[in-house]
């Protein structure tokens, strides 16, 4: 299997260059000989596991290999529900992580507030970890001038910024956001925000958006706000939080999003729909590649591991 | 009375709570105490804050293992408190966003800390792929079927599992690896979830019970003796 992948590579028709191919060569026949090392039942240092690791991520990103991707009825259904919004609805999208997670959950936060802005929703940004709003800040900066330049602040998207109180402050802005949030990031009081007319709370939210992984994030948003406020609530999570998030889908939770994978899904809807937004860069449809690649050789090591400890049996059986 | 006052004061708060939710008239209590929880938060704040500098403090003064790490842990606490507290090179002033672009906090935050933390958390991938090799062992049953929803998983997350099963058949699509993945999520895995949560619900409403009535005091320290 693990040398059919420049086969596969072909045969999804990525551009893999010429350096691709020699370094998976190198990956390839390194892992044979491992399987080698395997069959005489010899532990891999882990050492070495380290360097494969490192070669698999740094191969795809050297020589970026991007595959298509189909988006997942998961995916698809959080992308259709703000494609079918009517337009100057008012979506909030909460950046509930820390540069740790970024890497996962950022690309969704991209994507999510570009199709938002695109479908002219009234975007609201918030944040319940003190670190999110700094990664909501960058967000705004990189995204906001360059691609819609003729969006204003207060008329189209507002920050209302992080606020200290975890699960607390959701318990709060369920019935009135201003309690919680008397101002927007610039200290702009609320009743002075043209997006605030007639939005005293998230009831009279059409969407909950939340970007996270940790607590408070997805799982608190559901109980406090999704439930109580019968406000939908889709979820962008880290690969390890989301299949926590599967018994809430699909009453709970209109659509999730995990980790890189359903990054890159919403990102091909996304390009499907609005193919301006492939010049702006697909982070997960790139990162997938040195995903990809990095779990074969996670599941190479798993198998190594299983020869070894089934070769070590054997032969301590005979004795 | 050092430990009936916070006793009575948990009792008599968690049971109007709990009679707010079915009171129409009070029923918006719980959110006011909320906002109490944000007041109370700021003064465990100053209390993390002083006693971050107290346990760095002592052990820079007393040569303890390491301590040289402290300075660093010391200097960046005041610096990032300096940059945040008073705005320091921000362009909108005192109002401004504290993380807004020019100032001093928000550069240390792009330029220290999202480095920082997104490299420790990258280091996760090396950790996760030693562990598998060690772990994943068809040792018995149990093992071996978590092992191969392991493998389906972890193919089904890439476009390798599409690739290898697209030869299937159209009747076989169930078996095709992504299809499989899905399976195990909205299946198996919902299931134990679900079990999960239950579990931890029940847990939730007995721990509260416990610390309403007084039988568990380990949050008075000492472990509540």
């Given at each position: 299997m693990i040398f059919d992948v420049p086969l596969l590579l072909l045969a999804a028709g990525s551009e893999a260059t010429a350096g691709t191919y020699v370094s998976l060569l190198v990956i390839g026949l390194g892992l044979l000989a491992l399987l080698y090392v395997s069959i005489k039942a010899i532990e891999v240092d882990r050492r070495v596991i380290f360097l494969f690791i490192f070669l698999s991520v740094s191969v795809p990103i050297l020589f970026p290999i991007t595959f298509e991707e189909q988006a997942t009825p998961v995916v698809k259904r959080a992308f259709d529900h703000i494609e079918n919004l009517p337009e100057g609805s008012r979506v909030l999208l909460s950046f509930d992580f820390d540069p740790a997670m970024a890497p996962e959950v950022q690309p969704m936060a991209d994507a999510i507030m570009r199709h938002a802005l695109a479908k002219n929703h009234k975007v609201i940004f918030m944040s319940l970890w003190a670190t999110g709003q700094g990664l909501l800040d960058q967000t705004m900066r990189r995204i906001l001038p360059v691609e819609f330049p003729d969006k204003i602040d207060g008329r189209d998207y507002v920050s209302v910024g992080y606020t200290a109180g975890n699960e607390g402050v959701l318990n709060v802005i369920v019935s009135d956001f201003k309690k919680m949030f008397p101002s927007d990031v610039n200290s702009v009081p609320l009743d002075s925000i043209?997006?605030?007319?007639?939005?005293?709370?998230?009831?009279?939210?059409?969407l909950v958006v939340t970007f996270g992984?940790?607590?408070?994030g997805a799982k608190e948003w559901v109980l406090f706000v999704g439930d109580r406020a019968s406000v939908p609530v889709a979820v962008g999570v880290a690969a390890v939080v989301a299949p926590q998030m599967y018994p809430y889908f699909p009453d709970q939770v209109v659509g999730i999003l995990g980790g890189i994978k359903g990054a890159a899904e919403y990102e091909s809807e996304l390009i499907k729909q609005y193919p301006q937004f492939a010049e702006r860069g697909t982070p997960g449809l790139v990162m997938m590649g040195p995903q990809t690649l990095a779990h074969v050789v996670i599941i190479a090591f798993i198998v190594f591991g299983n020869v070894a400890y089934f070769v070590g049996r054997r032969r301590e059986m005979k004795r | 009375m050092k430990r009936q006052v916070p006793l009575f004061i948990t009792f008599f708060v968690g049971t109007l709570l709990i009679v707010s939710v079915f009171s129409p008239p009070i029923e918006t209590l719980g959110e006011d105490f909320s906002v109490f929880f944000d007041i109370i938060a700021v003064f465990a704040f100053f209390l993390g804050g002083g006693n971050l500098l107290r346990v760095h403090l002592t052990k820079i003064s007393r040569r303890?293992?390491?301590?040289?790490y402290s300075i660093v842990t010391l200097v960046g606490f005041v610096v990032m408190l300096w940059a945040g507290l008073f705005?320091?090179?921000?362009?909108?002033?005192?109002?401004?966003?504290?993380?807004?672009?020019?100032?001093l906090f928000g550069m240390i935050f792009n330029s220290v800390l999202i480095p920082l933390q997104s490299t420790m958390y990258s280091l996760l991938a090396f950790f996760i792929a030693s562990a598998s090799y060690r772990?994943?062992?068809?040792?018995?049953r149990e093992a071996t079927i978590l092992l191969v929803a392991a493998f389906i998983i972890l193919l089904g997350r890439t476009a390798f599992g599409t690739m290898l099963t697209a030869w299937m058949p159209s009747s076989l699509s169930a078996m095709e690896i992504p299809n499989l993945a899905i399976w195990i999520m909205n299946s198996p895995n919902l299931a134990g979830q679900r079990a999960i949560l239950i579990g931890i619900g029940l847990g939730v409403v007995s721990m509260s019970l416990r610390i309403i009535l007084g039988v568990e005091r380990t949050y008075l320290g000492d472990d509540g003796k």
């Amino acid at each position: 299997m693990i040398f059919d992948v420049p086969l596969l590579l072909l045969a999804a028709g990525s551009e893999a260059t010429a350096g691709t191919y020699v370094s998976l060569l190198v990956i390839g026949l390194g892992l044979l000989a491992l399987l080698y090392v395997s069959i005489k039942a010899i532990e891999v240092d882990r050492r070495v596991i380290f360097l494969f690791i490192f070669l698999s991520v740094s191969v795809p990103i050297l020589f970026p290999i991007t595959f298509e991707e189909q988006a997942t009825p998961v995916v698809k259904r959080a992308f259709d529900h703000i494609e079918n919004l009517p337009e100057g609805s008012r979506v909030l999208l909460s950046f509930d992580f820390d540069p740790a997670m970024a890497p996962e959950v950022q690309p969704m936060a991209d994507a999510i507030m570009r199709h938002a802005l695109a479908k002219n929703h009234k975007v609201i940004f918030m944040s319940l970890w003190a670190t999110g709003q700094g990664l909501l800040d960058q967000t705004m900066r990189r995204i906001l001038p360059v691609e819609f330049p003729d969006k204003i602040d207060g008329r189209d998207y507002v920050s209302v910024g992080y606020t200290a109180g975890n699960e607390g402050v959701l318990n709060v802005i369920v019935s009135d956001f201003k309690k919680m949030f008397p101002s927007d990031v610039n200290s702009v009081p609320l009743d002075s925000i043209e997006i605030f007319e007639g939005v005293s709370s998230c009831r009279d939210l059409d969407l909950v958006v939340t970007f996270g992984g940790g607590k408070p994030g997805a799982k608190e948003w559901v109980l406090f706000v999704g439930d109580r406020a019968s406000v939908p609530v889709a979820v962008g999570v880290a690969a390890v939080v989301a299949p926590q998030m599967y018994p809430y889908f699909p009453d709970q939770v209109v659509g999730i999003l995990g980790g890189i994978k359903g990054a890159a899904e919403y990102e091909s809807e996304l390009i499907k729909q609005y193919p301006q937004f492939a010049e702006r860069g697909t982070p997960g449809l790139v990162m997938m590649g040195p995903q990809t690649l990095a779990h074969v050789v996670i599941i190479a090591f798993i198998v190594f591991g299983n020869v070894a400890y089934f070769v070590g049996r054997r032969r301590e059986m005979k004795r | 009375m050092k430990r009936q006052v916070p006793l009575f004061i948990t009792f008599f708060v968690g049971t109007l709570l709990i009679v707010s939710v079915f009171s129409p008239p009070i029923e918006t209590l719980g959110e006011d105490f909320s906002v109490f929880f944000d007041i109370i938060a700021v003064f465990a704040f100053f209390l993390g804050g002083g006693n971050l500098l107290r346990v760095h403090l002592t052990k820079i003064s007393r040569r303890k293992h390491d301590w040289a790490y402290s300075i660093v842990t010391l200097v960046g606490f005041v610096v990032m408190l300096w940059a945040g507290l008073f705005k320091v090179w921000n362009e909108g002033g005192i109002a401004a966003s504290v993380t807004a672009e020019e100032s001093l906090f928000g550069m240390i935050f792009n330029s220290v800390l999202i480095p920082l933390q997104s490299t420790m958390y990258s280091l996760l991938a090396f950790f996760i792929a030693s562990a598998s090799y060690r772990a994943f062992r068809a040792k018995n049953r149990e093992a071996t079927i978590l092992l191969v929803a392991a493998f389906i998983i972890l193919l089904g997350r890439t476009a390798f599992g599409t690739m290898l099963t697209a030869w299937m058949p159209s009747s076989l699509s169930a078996m095709e690896i992504p299809n499989l993945a899905i399976w195990i999520m909205n299946s198996p895995n919902l299931a134990g979830q679900r079990a999960i949560l239950i579990g931890i619900g029940l847990g939730v409403v007995s721990m509260s019970l416990r610390i309403i009535l007084g039988v568990e005091r380990t949050y008075l320290g000492d472990d509540g003796k």
